[in-house]
């Protein structure tokens, strides 16, 4: 069974302040995607990440995959508050597996 | 984009009882669906694979005749949570696939059970 793992569980920042968050898989991923989720809500799909090396831009958001497609980062510029949230790196093979979450939370 | 409504938001049941969650594909039809389950501040795991029209697929370690799925049609799939208990309180939340769009996966605003 594939695990998914993210570092840091936790984040706590300012608002202004850079972070990045980690997913590591135990076997190679077909796509990876990167959700936020918000309480109460369900998941909203930031992006999908296919070729290894391959490194996207969505505003502040950068996501990396690895070159050998085992793991990813996720890097927020100049964060907001409305960055707060649960983001889940999952691996979307036949069916949609989530990583174990970073939950950050952005101050004022 | 594709919209799939959860139904109910939130509910709470006396300890025993049964409870249906319905998901629905609004403007789509989803042959596949899946249910998913989230305790607070942890992620979401997999419960099972909804198929239109076959049995559904369930996760190591998921109870099938604790949660009855039910995917009767190509735009609804329910769960039905049976002689729900406390350790059952939780967020559910269902996603469905949409084949128009390379069976990308739409959630629905998921369902609060809370069992007492």
């Known amino acids: 069974t594939q695990l998914l793992e993210q570092s840091p569980q936790f984040l706590s920042i300012q608002e202004g302040e850079n972070l990045t968050v980690y997913c590591n898989s135990s076997?190679?991923?077909?796509?990876l995607q990167w959700y936020r989720q918000e309480p109460g809500e369900g998941p909203v799909l930031l992006v999908t990440v296919v070729t290894g090396g391959e490194v996207k831009k969505l505003k502040r958001l950068t996501f990396q995959f690895g070159d050998a497609r085992k793991d990813s980062s996720l890097h927020i510029t100049a964060a907001q508050t409305g960055d707060t949230g649960l983001y889940l790196c999952a691996d979307n093979t036949d069916k949609l597996i989530f990583g174990t979450g970073t939950r950050l939370q952005v101050f004022p | 984009g594709a919209v799939v409504s959860q139904h109910p938001s939130w509910v709470i049941c006396k300890s025993g009882t049964s409870v249906k969650i319905e998901c629905r594909s609004l403007?789509?039809?989803?042959?596949?669906m899946f249910w998913y389950r989230q305790f607070p501040k942890q992620s979401l795991m997999l419960m099972a694979t909804?198929?239109?029209?076959?049995?559904?697929?369930?996760e190591q370690g998921v109870e099938k005749d604790k949660f009855l799925i039910n995917h009767a049609s190509l735009t609804l799939s329910t769960l039905t949570v049976t002689s729900a208990h406390p350790e059952d309180s939780s967020f559910y939340i269902c996603?469905?696939?949409?084949?128009?769009?390379?069976?990308?996966?739409?959630f629905g605003s998921g369902t609060q059970l809370s069992v007492l």
């Open positions: 076997s190679v991923f077909s796509s």
């Open positions: 403007d789509f039809q989803a042959t596949t």
């Open positions: 909804s198929n239109e029209g076959s049995k559904a697929t369930y």
């Open positions: 996603s469905a696939a949409d084949r128009r769009a390379n069976e990308k996966l739409f």
